[in-house]
């Protein structure tokens, strides 16, 4: 089939790779993917661990966990062929601590499943309860919406501290990776809304069987380039060049360029092409202020401590369920503990998650093993702990993010372009795909 235009895809995560195939799949397009590091799939991504008894697994860069409402993901790993129902564990949402406390939904049809689940939780008095039943329903008749300024924690105002403490930080901490008093209210009410009630088991928790890598970008990948389209690993793109009409990238001429990688690397790469005087005064005055407001975001880190349990119990289970919430403080970090021996690993293998981290990698591992003896009385084998210091942007109240056009032909998608989530794999993938229909 004779190509119409070729179009460059600078990243190879989660956006690019949506935003690819998505191309790839609807129109005539020749694309071509360039991918800095040596593996697909950015910050969602496999990284080899080695365990105790020399044998090596792959596990993630950082624990994710997806969700029933996110339909574009889902969507796409089923198009580039991987049964979603084989790939993740789908269980209703669960915030329970290790002794008991705590909330789970059942496996019932929305708003069932919400309200059974907070009239049964668990350590809540009957006022606490129908103090949180009151308010979700105060969101539902407002649509879901409040000011732009108001934080997560302006919305939970004069609630009772347990229902903050153990149930919306915790739950703005792991969609939001920022925390309630810094979080933004709408952006938390719209995942709320989505998760609730967009979908039929919207809220359900899918936490991936497979290393993230093959769950999408790596198949995606792979389906590109059996579809005839170029994907280039280990290939930084140093500089973006302006061609006479188009674009030039590593000697190579496109007719447009999609901009996939993060916003600071986004903003250094326009900066430096639109450095050029010769540039148009009023394309170049754009470009400048859409690096300008790339560049302002700030971001926050996830930290993942995998630890090792010598002596798992019954099955090779060491928690009581896949995934545990923790009482989290600056001195015992960890937010959650996920049994990955529950999710497909080897029994024994546990993973700590420590969103808006921050600190050291050391002081991070010990503390964390110190917490697993203090809160779940494991004695605990630190393997490996993974900072991803600019794992997500910080999603506060009016945040001003970056637009997806930047000039003719030269557009931009990712987790942190303007959009109504936070920093997820969703946003990520919807910004590819909207990016793509653009480019098409
Ligand atoms: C530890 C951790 C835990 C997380 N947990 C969750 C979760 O539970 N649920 C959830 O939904 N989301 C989670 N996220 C967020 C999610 O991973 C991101 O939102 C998503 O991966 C962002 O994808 P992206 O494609 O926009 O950006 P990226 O993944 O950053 O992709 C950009 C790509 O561009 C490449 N690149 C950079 N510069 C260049 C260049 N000059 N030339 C070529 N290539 C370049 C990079 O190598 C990278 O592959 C988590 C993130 C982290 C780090």
Request: charged share 15%; glycine share 8%; net charge neutral.
């Amino acid at each position: 089939m004779a190509r119409s235009q070729r179009i460059a895809v600078i990243g190879g995560g989660w956006a690019g790779m949506a935003a690819a195939v998505e191309l790839a799949a609807n129109s005539a397009h020749q694309v071509t993917v360039w991918e800095s590091s040596a593996h697909w799939g950015g910050r969602a991504r496999g990284l080899p661990l080695a365990l105790p008894g020399g044998e090596t697994v792959t596990v993630d860069n950082g624990q994710h966990i997806l969700i029933g409402a996110y339909t574009a993901c889902r969507a796409l790993m089923e198009r580039v062929g991987v049964s979603t129902d084989a790939s993740f564990s789908k269980r209703p949402l669960a915030l329970r601590y290790p002794d008991g406390r705590g909330i789970r939904f059942p496996d019932r049809p929305a708003p069932w499943d919400a309200l059974i689940g907070i009239a049964t939780a668990k350590g809540w008095s009957l006022p606490e309860r129908l103090q949180l039943l009151a308010r979700a329903a105060r969101w539902r008749r407002q649509g879901f919406r409040c000011p732009p300024q108001a934080s997560v924690a302006d919305l939970c105002a004069g609630l009772p501290q347990r229902l903050l403490a153990e149930f919306f930080d915790p739950l703005c901490i792991s969609a939001l990776n920022t925390p309630i008093h810094e979080a933004s209210g709408q952006v938390f009410l719209r995942v709320l809304q989505d998760s609730l009630f967009a979908v039929d088991k919207g809220s359900h928790f899918w936490l991936p069987l497979v290393d993230l890598g093959r769950l999408f970008p790596e198949a995606a990948a792979t389906w590109l380039q059996a579809r005839g389209h170029d994907c280039h690993l280990s290939a930084r793109v140093q500089q973006l060049g302006m061609a006479e009409s188009g674009w030039q990238i590593n000697g190579h001429r496109y007719d447009q360029v999609l901009l996939a990688c993060p916003p600071w690397e986004a903003a250094r790469l326009v900066q430096a092409a639109f450095a050029n005087p010769s540039a148009p005064v009023p394309a170049h005055a754009k470009a400048q202020a859409w690096a300008d407001a790339a560049q302002r975001l700030a971001h926050t880190a996830i930290a993942t401590v995998y630890a090792w349990n010598p002596a798992p119990g019954a099955q090779g289970h060491s928690l009581p369920a896949p995934w545990l919430a923790l009482e989290s403080s600056p001195a015992q970090p960890a937010q959650f503990v996920f049994d990955r021996a529950q999710l497909g690993d080897p029994a024994g293998l546990l993973a700590f998650v420590i969103s808006t981290s921050d600190g050291d990698r050391a002081d991070i591992e010990q503390q964390v093993i110190a917490q697993a003896q203090a809160q779940l009385g494991l004695a605990l084998q630190p393997l490996k702990t993974v900072v991803e210091k600019r794992a997500t942007f910080a999603c506060t109240p009016g945040l001003q993010r970056p637009g997806m056009v930047i000039a003719p032909s030269l557009i931009a998608c990712g987790d942190y372009i303007d959009g109504p989530y936070p920093a997820t794999l969703e946003g990520a993938v919807r910004s590819g795909i909207a990016a793509a229909h653009v480019l098409a």
